[in-house]
């Protein structure tokens, strides 16, 4: 054993995973959100990040109240409706140091928010970026969102008749570099999947069907515990080993990759029943479209492009946030000034 | 021939119009005539006589008409002028109007081709076979069509006596160093000025002449100013949403920065972000606020009405921001390429529920600039977003105007916590107001310590940002912001700027573009022995400046460029006491505001 | 032991409180008690005892404090009461602050494992082994948690002596029909009934006892109200997107509709269209309103902000729609589910450029109805955005309220031109004044003759509705727009309701939701002996009588629901020559406004 | 000759093209918008649409001003920046018997109105709508529009670093029926896809690349008219035929199919060098992306599903037009109002 300092109950920062928790949780029993916000914390807690270095980033909805409930020292902005994605976009423009993560959920996201996520995949904001995706808009009592599958009904008997808006295709369509799905009930895939996101330099988008239990956990419900367990076929049994730990070598060849992430970390993907390929984007596309015909729910790793640049490298700023800006960096001279007013004359 | 026009303009002296009328050149956009406009005013401008350029284009790109008028003023009035005195009719569709339009016995240029002199009797023409000229300087098609406009400045050079020098220095500023470009236009004008001198027979009475009215003066748009403005309050994050007449507010910025805050090693201190709409450009905005960085958005009608729901969302959780709202007319798209003051209103109560923003309203392109600064001072120091409210015609219209000082005091960011001030407090409560002026302490993502964090949202807060919905934790909160925004009006909002007359029995209060008209108003109407007090607002909420003057004024005419007249409604709202004494004067067809109008209103007013 | 409960209760009767007082149960959210609570509410009513039911819960889902107060009076008061005298502690988390919550002498009844009569020795502790009793109902874990809460009622009824009948026939009413839960529910009331009659000893005063002031009454909420109108008034397009409080309008919109305007093969007279956000939901009512279709959307803060540019676009085009907007507690998510008045400047100035909108402003769950089938013929008449201004309190809260009257018109659709007309007339002008009064005509998609169509446009339009950017054409718009909602001013806006008091010295204007208070606070401050004139504004922009009321009264107190004094500024606004005579009488907490606020700030101005 | 009443220069109705044209075009000499413009009028005329029973629909830009220019005497709405898609929806909810076109830019469509677009789909709301795409914003003076290809230069010599969005692959990731791309420049093309798509019953989404000549038709641009010559790849020859004409079988079967559309017309497909099946979507999205890769720019149409409900059959509304309901329709009577009072008491 080297590591002495670490006791068994902290991280590498001997913080303990308390430190990474935030207020006490307002969810409803058993939503599938709080599931997710214990594996977000224990992310953070393995990774051993810095509360203080993560900026949380949410819109409105239950989904969107939950970054009050993790890493409680971390800054955090809770926006409107819909359009955390500029705000995010704003945060990691004014300062690429920090962490980013956003919380939101499916009519936030997929519903008014649908625009914004758009533009944010397109410019490639490097964050974490979870849908906890529960198809009804939970906080306003369980209307169908944009991301309800055709045919799934509601408690009170209505069908939903309109197609079902894929996060996770849509973000394959418009070039996301870190599409992913799972399921808040299944703690074992999600929480490497986290961590690689978190790893990732660019937008990593997660899409976690995360049931709610009061609105839509019933039979006809494509979005609850039930339907999602008996439905989930897992593309990849998956494994993370953060830079900071030794890497091992115990796997077989052929069936398991190992990809290094931008910051030393490994992901490594042990292939299931299926053959499938997370580095090519066009068979992923083709792969959603196949599992929604035969109404399968593939979780895991989907595509992952470890090439493309992020917003923050194309905007070519200098290397310290520009937030952190001195006066002097800032205001150019009185010479300047003269010289343009001489230009006017 | 040579001396024809030499000789007329002599006998003619002693009725002579010198530095005094306008001219308008009425062309079809898209043609390229603003290089020759821009030639034909710093010509004037350098020959030492006070000038300002307004153009009045279409919502179009190119083949619609578009006129741009220069007024030149002795005294220095640079508001618009309904009379036109000295027309150059470009352009065939409208030329018939634009004769009708012009002042008794003005004069008219035109090209040869249209035969216009059948209009007016009363109008001196000058018919110039343009198209037989402009293929003297070249017969490429496409620069044909530009060059033309060069040939109309030589005539107009000629005929007002305006020093080819002057016209030659300023060819070489508008095209900057391009040899090629100077050459061919420096040619079409001595074309121009050519073919005058030699054929025409001056027998109209405008004239200039050097005098020394302009030294030390700069002409410049007021969107320019205002990103001059931003730059120099060392603004770092720039999101934007093309509309007119917004768009060049940023778009020189984008110039400015790119030429004054690049590194040595070409890396950037700014970040511009082109949005895919209002909404998100307000949310970056807001975004690079709470994070620390001076951050603004330049917008219009439209665009500001998008943005309502940030707008509140940001005075409620207190994050700076600076917003331009370049106003033009409303409601809805409205005339986008013409002027108003028609959001005030919505922009000092924007977003639902009890918001009230603090605005800065600069009434001269050098306020454009003065108050930028004093802007981003503002919405850091309060933590709030801060409206400056120009409009199109200070925006896009060129001004003459004083050279703008440097600033004179440091960047002043507001109350922030550095790590240490955390390590020394031990707690950090985000919202309280620790020094009684309703202005709480804030943190920056990035300062290292343990502590930093606090939790943002639109929803009830407490004053250690957790979440409530306590009724008393919410009053507190709103009084807060009252009493925040009341410190902000009582010290350190921009005064009005207020003219007193001797004897005045009338006031006036006006705001932002319609000063330079209203200025000129009230010596005419000095003339008619009507003296009045003027009292010109430069920010809102209103302060007690405003209300003093109020209270020694008997009548109080408010002067303003929209129909509802929604600056009296806004006084009244906020001095019931006194809105007695308000009397409106509007102005609302979408041109700049003039003088004479004014004048009359009052005029009748008082009788 | 039976009787002790009735011996001691005949003992007390001189001291009795009968019919006159407020019951406050708390629980959580989620758990159920909405029932038990509408239950006990109902059988008072059955009882012909005015009441009034006031939910306080949190923006949340389940798990947090929920408060629901229900009020009795005699006197038909139905404000809000901040005096609880009896009180139900359901919930753990709140019980020791309920407590201290409650009137002096007053009641509480709560778990006997809470051990709460510690806390106050004035207060009268019943404790109540509902765990226990809960098991003689059900030993289902679910059912066990919805069930506790048909004890208390049964508690309830017992000690205060409401009719075991009547108890049961709400049930009844309440659980429509489904025996098992009519008789599970009943079980659970009858076990609290059995335990309270053998076990208490009534030792306070509060009763109950039949009178006969809800004969011909209903309850309702003002949301379900604004559906009734909806329905009534033949909306044939409703667009929305959730938000609260405004969602049940839409939500009980539906379920009327689908039982009320199916045809007998069970095809739709209507579409509903769940949106994406506001801007959808805004902007596909008013493509339905201009197609033909009575249109609606409904919405709070957020969503107002959000439909801003929209909206604009409305009045401007001449689009009729009508918005519903629920108000919340803002500035932006502010509180969600606590009552405000703090859109009506939003509201009524919505949009960039000038605008102004007419708003209807129901002052009870009866005008809930009747204004909204008002602003459906409003908007079609006047062919704009019609706003109706409820509030939380009114939408969201049960009210007591005359039966609503079948409508008296017919639909009211405006000046549309059928095909015969459009033959008859040879030609169109979509923009025309053609009668005086500012409204044009309108023709409607479907109408089959080729001179039909024509263009809507939100940029500058003339009266043949062909594009224009002539200032004479803009200011001609504008000023026809005015007229128009001028012409809706003077003679078709609902008319404020005015209650004047012999030898009143002050006067009150009030408007919305703090109807009920006023009217309870005006009695107080009569027996006081101060006499106030009242008058109730039911719309925007204000007309001749507001002024007349204005110009007879020397102090104005305006009683509101906001910071900021939004209809004080307003009424300044329209009135300026009579603003000074206004006073701002405020209440902003998020909780309905009660009379004693009203009554204490008056006083206190009037000393 | 059967027909003696249509002279050469009316179409069945007896119009002549001119009363199918708009107003004066304000577009600048050479603009694809008005290339775009003619074609529609020349759909209507062919197809003898009454032009009163069409609503023309747009947003804000040089191409949303162009429904001024074509069918005079049709309904209009010019409606605001990016949110014509919902106007439209409104327009189709109260009135579906209308015949809805929907005109755009790809700033208003791609930018600002890209939510509503999505949702639009979603909705699969009947009506043509064509995205005049020139990659900028020609109204506002030429600045990128989120439709601009990657690393494609404008006049000033700014250089695009962001991806394209995709009309045609963000059509079909969301399930639109009728999904086409065309060319300004490409008349024989274009005209019988706007005619399919007029008689689409649905959704039907024309990209069509439209340059704008005055900020974007230069070198280094991906959207003039010379780039866009150099690269078209037409899929198809097409060829249609209304349904109140005759339809011949001169074509070769197996190169050819013919498409029976939904109002009895049909649209005919002659297969160029490609084999490519536009009634498959994987393969259509599969298409667009080997394409994006190799820079070809596919036209024609891309995707077909005559099968999908419209918007309006899902509403279930009464056969006539909502918004032809009678007051007596429309107001339920007394006894319901009595009925519900006494309900509540
Ligand atoms: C502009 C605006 N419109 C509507 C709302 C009301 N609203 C709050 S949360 C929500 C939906 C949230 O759904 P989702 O994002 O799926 O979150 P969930 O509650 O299901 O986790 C809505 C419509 C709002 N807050 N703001
Ligand atoms: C809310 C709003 N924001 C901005 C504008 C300004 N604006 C007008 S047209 C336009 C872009 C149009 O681009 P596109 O749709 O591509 O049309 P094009 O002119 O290229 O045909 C913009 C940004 C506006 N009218 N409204
Ligand atoms: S309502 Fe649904 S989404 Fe919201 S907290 Fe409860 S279970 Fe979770
Ligand atoms: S600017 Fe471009 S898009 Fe607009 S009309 Fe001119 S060529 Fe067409
Ligand atoms: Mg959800
Ligand atoms: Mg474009």
Redesign the interface.
């Known amino acids: 054993m080297v590591s002495t300092t670490n006791s068994v109950n902290t991280n590498k920062l001997g913080l303990t995973l308390n430190e990474y928790k935030g207020g006490a949780s307002t969810m409803c029993d058993g939503c599938g959100h709080d599931a997710i916000s214990s594996q977000i914390i224990k992310a953070y807690y393995d990774l051993g990040i810095e509360p203080h270095t993560v900026v949380k980033l949410s819109g409105i909805g239950c989904s969107s109240k939950t970054p009050a409930y993790f890493l409680g020292k971390a800054h955090a902005i809770n926006a409107v409706h819909g359009r955390m994605p500029s705000v995010a976009t704003g945060v990691n423009a004014a300062n690429k140091q920090m962490r980013l993560i956003g919380v939101s959920g499916d009519g936030d996201s997929a519903s008014i928010g649908l625009g914004q996520l758009c533009h944010l995949i397109r410019r490639n904001i490097n964050m974490v970026y979870i849908v906890e995706n529960n198809g009804v808009y939970g906080l306003t009592k369980g209307q169908f969102s944009a991301t309800a599958d055709l045919g799934s009904k509601l408690k009170n008997g209505v069908i939903n008749d309109l197609p079902a808006i894929d996060i996770c295709g849509l973000a394959l369509e418009l070039g996301c570099g870190f599409v992913a799905r799972s399921f808040a009930g299944d703690p074992k895939q999600l929480s490497p999947l986290i961590k690689a996101a978190m790893s990732y330099n660019g937008l990593a988008i997660l899409d976690i069907i995360s049931p709610c239990v009061t609105f839509n956990n019933h039979e006809g419900s494509t979005k609850s515990y039930k339907y999602a367990k008996d439905a989930e076929i897992p593309l990849q049994e998956l494994g993370f080993i953060p830079y900071f730990e030794q890497i091992t070598v115990d796997y077989e060849p052929g069936t398991t990759t190992d990809v290094e992430m931008h910051d030393g970390s490994h992901l490594r993907l042990k292939k299931l029943d299926r053959n499938y390929d997370p580095f090519n984007r066009q068979s992923a596309l083709n792969s959603i479209l196949d599992a929604k015909e035969k109404g399968e729910f593939l979780t895991g790793l989907l595509y992952l492009d470890e090439k493309r640049e992020d917003f923050a490298t194309l905007m070519n700023t200098v290397d310290k946030p520009l937030s952190a800006l001195t006066a002097e960096e800032l205001r150019p001279s009185k010479d300047v000034l003269n010289k343009i007013m001489a230009q006017l004359k | 021939m040579k001396t024809l026009l030499a000789n007329q303009s002599e006998k003619l002296n002693q009725e002579h119009i010198i530095n005094d009328f306008s001219i308008e050149v009425a062309t079809v956009n898209?043609s390229g005539s603003q290089s020759s406009n821009s030639v034909l005013m710093r010509s004037l401008f350098h020959m030492g006589i006070p000038v300002s350029g307004k153009n009045l284009f279409?919502?179009?790109?190119?083949?619609?008409p578009t006129w741009f008028t220069i007024r030149l003023s002795e005294k220095g009035y640079l508001a618009y002028k309904t009379n036109k005195d000295f027309l150059v009719a470009m352009n065939p569709q409208t030329a018939i109007e634009d004769v009708k339009g012009l002042a008794k016995n003005g004069v008219c240029i035109s090209p040869a081709e249209l035969n216009l002199p059948a209009i007016r009797q009363d109008v001196i023409h000058y018919a110039i076979p343009f198209n037989d000229l402009v293929l003297q300087v070249t017969d490429n098609f496409k620069l044909k069509k530009l060059v033309i406009n060069m040939i109309y400045v030589g005539v107009v050079a000629q005929i007002l006596g305006i020093e080819e020098k002057e016209i030659e220095n300023s060819i070489a500023?508008q095209f900057d160093g391009k040899a090629k470009a100077i050459d061919l236009n420096l040619k079409a004008v001595k074309i121009g000025l050519n073919y005058a001198q030699e054929n025409l027979v001056k027998t109209d009475p405008y004239r200039v002449s050097r005098i020394d009215k302009t030294t030390?003066?700069?002409?410049?748009d007021g969107n320019s100013a205002c990103a001059?403005g931003a730059?120099?309050?060392?603004?770092?994050?720039v999101?934007w949403?093309?509309?007119?007449p917004s768009?060049s507010v940023c778009e020189s910025l984008i110039d400015?920065l790119k030429e004054?805050?690049l590194?040595k090693d070409?890396?950037?201190?700014?970040?511009v972000?082109?949005?895919?709409?209002?909404?998100?450009?307000?949310?970056?905005?807001?975004?690079?606020?709470?994070?620390?960085?001076?951050?603004m958005t330049a917008t219009s009608?439209?665009g500001?009405?998008?943005m309502?729901?940030?707008v509140?969302?940001a005075?409620?959780?207190e994050i700076p921001v600076v917003i331009f709202d370049i106003q033009r007319?409303?409601?809805?798209?409205?005339?986008?390429?013409?002027t108003?003051q028609?959001?005030m209103?919505?922009a000092y109560?924007l977003?639902?529920?009890?918001?009230?923003h603090i605005c800065v309203i600069p009434g001269s392109v050098e306020e454009c600039y003065s108050l930028t600064l004093e802007a981003f001072d503002l919405a850091e120091q309060f933590q709030t977003p801060v409206f400056v409210m120009s409009d199109l015609d200070l925006g896009m219209n060129n001004w003459m105007s004083n050279?703008?000082n440097?600033?004179t005091q440091?960047?002043n960011r507001g109350k922030v916590l550095t790590a240490k001030d955390l390590e020394k407090l031990g707690q950090f409560m985000r919202y309280k107001d620790v020094d009684g002026d309703g202005i709480p302490y804030r943190t920056?993502?990035?300062?290292?310590?343990?502590?930093?964090?606090?939790?943002?949202?639109?929803?009830?807060h407490t004053e250690a940002a957790?979440?409530t919905?306590k009724?008393?934790d919410?009053?507190n909160l709103?009084?807060r912001l009252?009493k925040k925004i009341n410190t902000a009006k009582e010290k350190f909002l921009p005064k009005p700027q207020i003219h007193l007359a001797k004897n005045a029995k009338h006031s006036i209060i006006g705001y932002g573009s319609s000063d330079f008209a209203i200025q000129e108003a009230r010596d005419y109407l000095s003339q008619a022995k009507i003296d009045t007090n003027y009292l010109r607002l430069r920010s809102l909420p209103l302060g007690n400046e405003v209300k003093d003057y109020l209270t020694k004024s008997d009548t109080i005419f408010v002067i303003e460029q929209?129909?509802?007249s929604?600056m009296?409604?806004i006084i009244?709202?906020e001095f019931?006491?006194?809105?007695?004494k308000?009397i409106s004067i509007r102005h609302?067809?979408?041109?700049p505001i003039d003088a004479m109008g004014i004048y009359n209103q009052i005029l009748t007013k008082c009788q």
Do not use: W
Request: with cysteine; net charge negative.
């Open positions: 898209g279409p919502s179009n790109i190119s083949g619609l500023q030390d003066k700069i002409i410049i001059l730059m120099f309050s060392g603004v770092s994050v999101t949403y093309p509309i007119t768009t400015y004054f805050r590194t070409n890396k950037a201190t700014f970040a972000i082109q949005a895919e709409d209002e909404l998100a450009a307000i949310g970056m905005a807001i975004g690079a606020g709470f994070s620390g960085c001076r951050s009608g439209p500001l009405s998008l309502a729901e940030f509140g969302f005075y409620f959780t007319v409303g409601p809805s798209t409205g005339m986008p390429t013409r108003s028609g959001d209103l919505s109560y977003s639902h529920g009890d918001t009230k050279t703008f440097y600033p440091p960047l920056l993502p990035g300062t290292n310590h343990p502590g930093a964090g606090y939790f943002v949202r639109g929803s009830g957790t979440y919905e009724p008393q919410y009053v709103m009084e009252s929209n129909r509802d929604q009296l409604n009244a709202s019931p006491d006194l809105a007695h308000l609302f067809d979408g041109l």
